[in-house]
């Protein structure tokens, strides 16, 4: 029930998104640097112009913000390692936690707002990769392989070996693999094979890499692709014989407690059951044979 005042609202909401994405992304800088090394992260929003300013720098990382600089003082967190000049700040050494969005606001004395911000991602390289694989799983069915690694900055990438042989993106280009019908998904390490077959049956293991150091190797594990679940089979039957022995031993509990001829001979044995329970074992001899 939208009027055309709603829909040139839309319009303008829409057109003044895209242009304001469009003029961030031009402004933002990414910068990399090895981890523990200084770095000077530049105020693009103070250097294209001149005058007297107020200038702020603010850290961003996920959801959370942090002031740098502020009321003309680097903030106590920071005091230590950073040192504040007009084009910019520079950081004596860096950490892996100092990667995130750096923001460089600048409020000139003509009362212009100006803003300018900084990728930084401090560079580690990964490390040893984690690889889930199912050690057993029933031809025919999805086996999902997993690799993770979170040190790496940038973030690793993952690729997959079988047999020690790379695992191409696409199966079918190549002849060790093209009885395989897998997908792998490099940014997060998921090897999906599906359906599984016995030529998947194999010594699997992961490599995670940046562009940052050496790139690292999980461990290897064996997978085997099996004709028929024996496992879930044996499974199967165990708790069959479990439910069984339950509801035989219900049965007999029942049918030893006189349950079922409870209606027909009905007063004096309910006497005799009616002893109390908590006899000792001396007690309960005389009892039993005061029974028989
Ligand atoms: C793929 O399957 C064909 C037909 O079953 C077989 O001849 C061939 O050896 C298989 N290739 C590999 C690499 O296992």
């Known amino acids: 029930m939208a009027g055309p005042g709603a829909w040139g609202r839309i319009h303008l909401l829409l057109l003044s998104v895209s242009s304001w994405s469009l003029i961030s992304a031009q402004d933002t800088k990414t910068i990399q640097v090895p981890e523990n090394d200084p770095i000077e992260i ?43 000049t007009p084009t910019g700040i520079r950081f004596s050494s860096v950490t892996r936690k100092d990667t995130g969005k750096y923001i460089c606001e600048v409020l000139w004395g003509t009362g212009q707002l100006r803003k300018s911000e900084v990728d930084l991602i401090v560079q580690v390289p990964p490390s040893k990769p984690v690889a889930k694989v ?16 979170t040190d790496g900055s940038p973030p690793s990438t993952f690729q997959w070996y079988r047999d020690n042989i790379l695992m191409p993106s696409n199966p079918k280009t190549s002849e060790k693999f093209r009885n395989s019908s897998y997908t792998i998904d490099t940014k997060t390490g998921v090897l999906t094979i599906e359906p599984v077959t016995s030529f998947d049956t194999g010594d699997y293991f992961c490599e995670a890499q940046n562009n940052v150091g050496t790139a690292q190797k999980s461990e290897v594990i064996h997978l085997e692709a099996t004709e028929v679940n024996v496992g879930g089979i044996v499974a199967a039957v165990v708790v069959l014989l ?29 006497v005799i059951y009616s002893q109390p329970s908590n006899r000792s074992d001396g007690e309960f001899k005389q009892t039993s044979s005061f029974l028989v």
């Open 42 to 84: 530049p105020c693009a929003a103070y250097a294209s112009q001149s005058g007297t300013a107020r200038v702020e720098w603010k850290f961003e990382k996920g959801s959370s913000i942090a002031l740098i600089y502020y009321d003309a003082k680097v903030t106590d967190p920071y005091k230590d390692r950073v040192t504040y």
């Open 134 to 149: 199912p050690t057993s799983v029933t031809i025919g069915n999805k086996a999902v392989l997993t690799c993770t690694e």
């Open 242 to 270: 479990i439910v069984l022995a339950l509801v035989a031993f219900g049965i007999w509990f029942a049918y030893s407690r006189g349950f079922f001829s409870k209606r027909r001979d009905s007063t004096n044995k309910q």
